[in-house]
């Protein structure tokens, strides 16, 4: 079964707290997200409404700081990752992440016939 340091994309370094707290989380309804979607604003509301879960790694890597901050502080963040060797994780909205996380326990929870799903494809 995948456990955090397992988590895909760590990048910097493997026993550091952080890049292993970012790697093992997902963000949604970014404006740098997989397709880009999100405006500003749609990120703003998604945060709004989700108490900050949709930027659940700028949370992990910065937990004093209030998620109200999250929309202004995200691309900022996002090029830090970057220039860290940080891969985020992120999906385009609530409805993706939420598919994403499905197949993640259903992944832990039949390791074998996820294995052979992914060395099929």
Do not use: K
Not at 76 to 94: K, M
């Amino acid at each position: 079964a995948a456990t955090q340091p397992d988590a895909p994309g760590g990048g910097a370094s493997a026993t550091c707290w952080t890049s292993r707290q970012i790697a093992a989380s997902l963000d949604y309804s970014v404006p740098a997200g997989p397709t880009g979607r999100a405006s500003p604003l749609e990120m703003s509301v998604v945060t709004a409404l989700s108490a900050g879960l949709n930027v659940q790694s700028l949370h992990h890597a910065m937990p004093s700081v209030g998620c109200a901050h999250f929309p202004r502080l995200y691309a900022e963040y996002a090029a830090i990752c970057d220039r860290h060797g940080v891969r985020l994780r992120q999906s385009d909205n609530a409805a993706t992440a939420v598919g994403e996380m499905l197949r993640y326990v259903f992944d832990n929870n039949a390791p074998e016939a996820a294995r052979a799903d992914r060395t099929a494809g």
